[in-house]
C-alpha cells in the first residue's frame, strides 16, 4: 500500500464514525394504516418507507415508530416525536405541524355491501343512511353535507367494514387502497364493492413538529430529495416493491 493510499484509508475509517455521529437524528412515526403504513412487513409499508428514504437521502439518521392512531400525531405536535408520515391536511392542524406539499394522491371513496340497494348519483341518495368514518380523519370538510345523514365514527377501517358487515352501518367512506387492502386480505372482495368514482381526492404529506426550530428546513430537505426520487425513478421503484400503483 503507498503512503497515499494508506492515509486515504485511515481517513475513511476516521471520517466513518463522524459522519455517523453528525447525522441529525429524526424520530420519524405514523399509525397503522395499511398499504401506507404496515409494520409487519420490511419499510414499514410504501408510504413509511417513501418518506424515510428521502428523508435519509437528506441527511438525517430516521427512527421509525409506529404507533396508534391518534396517539401518535398527538405525540408529534408535543414534540416527542419529529415527522408524522402520513397526514391531510387541515387548518387546524397547521397550527402544530408544518406541513409538506403531498407526496402521493388518496382517493376516498364509498364501500357497501354486495347485496345493499344502495345508489349513489346525488347527495338525496345519502339521506337516512348510516355512514361510518374514522376517528379524527381529515376527510375534509366539504367532502358530504352531513344533514339529513348520520355519520358514525370507528377506530379504524377494520372496525368500519365490520359494522358494515354486521348492518350497522349502510356505507363506509375511506381510502381506495386502505378498503381494498382490508378486504382483499380478508377474503371478502364477494361481500362488499368498492365504488368507483372517488368522492374526493386528498395528498398526503409529512407533518414536522412545530416544536422543532428547524421544522420548516425539514420539510424543504423532504421536498427536495422527494421530488429528485421521482426523477430517478427510486421512487416509482419503492412502490413496484410494495405493489402500489401511482
Known sequence: MTRRHFFFALTLIICAPVCAVDAEELRLTASEWRP????????????????????ERAGYDVTVDIGAWPEALKRTVAGERD?????????????DVVFSEPYIECEITFIRRSD????????????????????????????????????????????????????????????????????????????????????ISRGLRIGVSKERDDAADIVAAFER??????????????????????
Open 36 to 55: 401506507y403504513v404496515d409494520s409487519g412487513v420490511q419499510g414499514n409499508g410504501f408510504a413509511a418507507a417513501l418518506v424515510a428514504r428521502a428523508l
Open 83 to 95: 415527522v408524522f408520515a402520513t397526514l391531510w391536511f387541515t387548518d387546524e392542524r397547521a397550527e
Open 225 to 246: 430529495e422527494i421530488a429528485k426520487m421521482q426523477e430517478d425513478g427510486s421512487y416509482n421503484a419503492i412502490l413496484a416493491t410494495f405493489r402500489i400503483s401511482h
Open 116 to 199: 345493499s340497494d344502495v345508489r349513489i348519483g346525488t347527495r338525496e341518495d345519502l339521506l337516512g343512511l348510516k355512514i361510518g368514518v374514522v376517528d379524527d380523519f381529515a376527510y375534509s370538510p366539504d367532502t358530504v353535507d352531513t344533514a339529513g345523514i348520520e355519520i358514525m365514527s370507528f377506530g379504524s377501517v377494520t372496525e368500519n367494514i365490520a359494522g358494515l358487515r354486521d348492518r350497522e352501518l349502510d356505507l363506509v367512506l375511506a381510502d381506495r387502497r386502505v378498503a381494498m387492502t382490508e378486504i382483499n386480505e380478508n377474503a371478502l372482495a364477494k361481500s362488499f364493492d368498492v365504488l368507483p368514482d372517488p368522492l
